[in-house]
Every structure is written in C-alpha cells, then in structure tokens.
C-alpha cells in the first residue's frame, strides 16, 4: 500500500483529534466528577444545576460514552496499518519494531494506572496490538467476521460463561464509598493507594478478556478501513464515506435507543433474556457509531470550509499519546481532593462545559508545541526507548520539518 503522507495527516489526525475531545468529555462528565458512578440517586439531584445533569448524561450515554473509545481504537487499528506500509516501503521489520512499541506501551500503561487513572486503556492496547500481530494477515471478509465477533458475541458470551463459572471479573472491585473517599481526600497518599488498588483489580484473566475482545475488535475494524483506503483519499472514496456513515449510524442508534429502553423497563421480575439482549445491542451499537462518526468527520474534511474548522484539531491528534496522560493529569488538577476537588460536587452539565474548555487548552498547546519540536514528549521519549537513539527535539528555527517527518504514535 502506498501512503500519501499529506492527506494521511490531514484527515488521520484530525479523527484522532477528534477522539480525544470527545473521551475527554465523557471522562469529565462521568470518570472524573463520579457522576452515575460513585454519586447516584438523591445525591445527585443536590448538585448545582440537577435538572440538566440527567438529560445532558442521557446524551452523552447514547451519543459518546464508549463510542468515544470505539473510536479511538479503530484510530489504533488505522494506525497498525500505516505503520506496516511504511515499514515495507523502508525494508525495516515491521514484527520486531511493533513489538517493542506494544512493550512500551504496556510500561507507560502500568505506570500511568498504577500511580495517576486506574481505569486506563493503554495496557489492553499493549495486549490486543500483540494479538493483532496474530490476525492482520486475515482476508477482508474474515477480519470484519472476526472484529465482530471479538466486538460484540464475544464479551457477552464469555461474560455469561464466566458468571456461570464463578469466575472473577474486575478483581473484586473498591467499594464505592472507599472510591468516593479516595478521590474526594486531599491526601496524595490516600489517592495514590486507591489507585493502586484499583489498578490491580484490572489484571484479572476474566477482566482482560472482557475488557480486551472489543479494544481487538475495534482495532481489527480500523485495520479493515484502512485497508479501504477510504481514510487516505476521502476525496476520491465519497460515495463509499457515505454508505459507511449511513450503515454505521442508522442501525448504531436504532440498537443504542433499544437498549436504553430496555434497561428503564428492566427490573427484578424481567425475562432473562433481556440481560444478554441488552448487552448485544449496547456492544453492537459502539462500534458501528464509531464508524459512522469517523465517516462522515473523513466527509466533512473533504469540504475546504469544514477543513479549516477542523485542520484545528490535527496537531492535538499527533500527540495523542501525550495529551491522553494529561486528561488524566486534569483530574487530579482539577476534579480530585487534592486538587479543586469538584468530584461529587458537579455533574455533566457543569462538567461538559470544563472539559471543551480543557479541550481547547489541549487544542492550542499542540499546536504550539509542534511548531517548534518535532513530536510531543511522550511521543518524543516512546520514540527514544524503541530505537535505542535520541531522536531529533526542537525544530530548526529557519526550516520547519514535512509533514512526512512528523510520525503520528
């Protein structure tokens, strides 16, 4: 496959952009505030503004919440491929210099749920890049079969299988009164423990097959788009674009509104069969958002009016690496004990608003940062440890680099 640098950058980065704000949102208004999570019931209606908190998080949750991620694994996916088509254009071992990527991934993933958000991904990406090593090679047909299947049979069948074993997912997890207390202390010491306990609970062999199948399933269907090449000319794929938003979309909210109604008329008396009904439409439905959402944002840069809206959004998309562990950091800044400690004081309606403007922060520090250094410093270190040499840092003040020296991680 050969790779037109530019477009890559333009449209690739801009989905990846894209993706951070949007798993930012869903961060602010449910993970770092602990609304419907830690803060529930008549706790929340207490809060400044309730009455919107309610519709605002319906939204999020039929819009956004693990769409956001979705799609930001299929980014992973898309990203799996550019890197093999450029190491099979320099001659270099893709299996070898991928491995090493996926093992500093897993160290900067252990350190970063270990010490700042236990509930972060980057040590299921180490995992299902791996296995990944083990099925890029499937036809087309046989890799959307299997992304399906890892994406949405697979997480209900085991978990189903599992509760009939007796098996322990998500390692016994805190109480939510120990988490509300963890998070609201202003003891470095107290978060740092329930972030360590927390973090230790994901390793279970239940929790990282459950967690992991849609990660490998959502990479799998981003390698399957970039096989496409819709994503590297969306000019020239238009018509394809757009039967992919429309598949994507239609039946992705069809399935996700089923299910949020199935789950308000579930109760102690409901037929068994609406559990796994439920969780097949809500695993089904990510996925196929996701896809819609990242076809019709590939559509829109393809109209120079919504290009320049969104070009804004491209360097934030090269350092994703870097502005993922800073969301994480804004937790601790800003919505933690030890912090201003707005966690259980605030809902999505007041959350939402913070995270744009976090977002916008992000936004216009990316792009000052690359014009001036050649990659964000994690990307920058990440790139370090895998090729055992320094790479360039800071720009030439007189001559800025191509974008086809600017690797996206």
């Excluded at 230790?200 to 992991?212: E, K, Q, V």
């Excluded at 007041?350 to 990307?379: D, H, M, N, T």
Aim: hydrophobic share 55%.
């Amino acid at each position: 496959m050969q790779i037109n640098s530019h477009t890559r950058q333009e449209t690739i980065d801009i989905l990846r952009g894209v993706a951070l704000v949007l798993i930012l949102i869903v961060h602010c208004a449910f993970d770092f505030t602990g609304w419907g999570w830690t803060v529930l019931g008549d706790e929340q209606t207490l809060l400044p503004l309730a009455t919107l908190d309610k519709p605002i998080g319906e939204l999020l949750n039929l819009f956004l919440r693990d769409k956001a991620r979705a799609m930001f694994a299929m980014m992973f996916g898309v990203a799996f491929t550019l890197q093999l088509a450029r190491s099979q254009q320099s001659g270099e071992s893709f299996e070898r210099m991928f491995i090493k990527r996926m093992a500093m991934l897993a160290v900067i993933g252990v350190i970063h749920g270990h010490l700042i958000y236990s509930f972060e991904i980057l040590r299921l990406y180490a995992i299902a890049g791996l296995l990944m090593l083990l099925l890029w090679r499937l036809p087309n047909r046989s890799l959307l079969a299997t992304a399906g299947v890892l994406a949405v049979l697979g997480p209900i069948l085991f978990y189903g299988i599992g509760m009939a074993l007796g098996l322990d997912f998500f390692g016994g997890r805190v109480s939510l009164e120990d988490m509300y207390a963890g998070y609201t202390s202003s003891s470095v010491r107290e978060l740092l423990a329930l972030t360590h306990r927390l973090a230790m609970g994901r390793y279970t062999p239940a929790d990282l097959i459950f967690m992991g199948m849609p990660i490998l399933g959502c990479f799998l269907l981003g390698l399957w788009l970039a096989r496409c090449g819709w994503l590297m000319d969306p000019t020239a794929h238009r018509p394809a674009l757009r039967r992919l938003m429309v598949r994507g979309l239609v039946p992705g909210l069809v399935l996700q509104l089923g299910a949020s109604i199935l789950w308000r008329l579930m109760d102690e008396s409901s037929p068994a069969w609406h559990g796994p009904v439920l969780g097949l439409a809500h695993f089904a439905a990510a996925p196929l958002l996701a896809l819609g959402y990242i076809s019709a944002i590939a559509l829109l840069c393809t109209h120079p009016g919504w290009h320049r809206k969104l070009v804004w959004l491209a360097p934030a998309g090269r350092m994703t690496l870097t502005n993922y562990i800073m969301q994480s950091l804004f937790a601790w800044m800003i919505f933690y004990g030890i912090g201003l400690g707005l966690y259980g004081q605030i809902g999505p309606a007041i959350a939402v608003p913070i995270a744009l403007l976090l977002a916008l922060f992000q936004i216009l520090l990316s792009a000052w940062w690359l014009q001036r250094y050649y990659s964000g410093p994690l990307e920058w270190l990440w790139r370090w440890a895998i090729k055992g040499q320094r790479p360039r840092w800071q720009l030439s003040p007189v001559r800025q680099p191509s974008l086809e020296k600017q690797e996206s991680h």
